[in-house]
């Protein structure tokens, strides 16, 4: 499969490769916004919101599969570039929540709650998925090194306390942004560990297994 990287496209880019590159850009941003509104939408969906002939989808994309993978694989991308920005924060909490608020804003994980299993991972995309799941380690660990983070917490947690966010949406999308922060910011709440005396959880967090067999065909 063909390595497309819609960040790659730059305007700097003469003739030909330039207009290759913009329209690239335009396809992956177009799957994104088709996909998450129906996951059942033909690629000729794509082409129309992208404004390019469905000729020019299919010489940079094999199929939908090839292009769901792309728009999940850069997502990934995304969520590792947020992660690395955020252990950039000297404090732990600080780091920690400001990454959850991020994630969020970006509906990375929206990706997640409607696409998995619609496609066959590739190696490449494993090996992002464990790169972005040893930075959430990490920033979990430093939040809880910080004394702030509730007793319990799992980093397995953070994957479906994203979900849970991304599941909320609405015809508006500065309503939906607004609620998101909304519940986000409940849930970082009872995170902290300084906030009240916390109970105990309910059960035990979701396991490394649960959360991948949603992405098996």
Known sequence: MPNHTASSAGP????????AARNDEAIVTAAREVFLADP????????????????????????????????CHDGLRRYIAEAEAALEE???????????RAVVDADLHSLTVHLAGSFAPTAEMGADAARSGELTAELVARARESGRLRAGFAVEDVTLV????????FPDPGRTRLLRRRYLALLVQGLDAEADEAADLPGPPATQEELGWRWLR
Not at 12 to 19: A, D, F, I, T
Not at 162 to 169: D, H, Y
């Open 12 to 19: 700097g880019l003469p003739g030909r490769r330039g207009q």
């Open 40 to 71: 059942k939408a033909p690629v000729s969906a794509v082409a129309a919101r992208a404004g390019v002939g469905i000729s020019a989808l299919y010489r940079r994309y094999g199929g939908k599969e090839d292009l769901l993978r792309q728009v």
């Open 90 to 100: 000297s404090e732990g909490w600080a780091a920690f929540t400001g990454f959850l």
């Open 162 to 169: 994203l979900e849970g966010c991304a599941a909320i949406r």
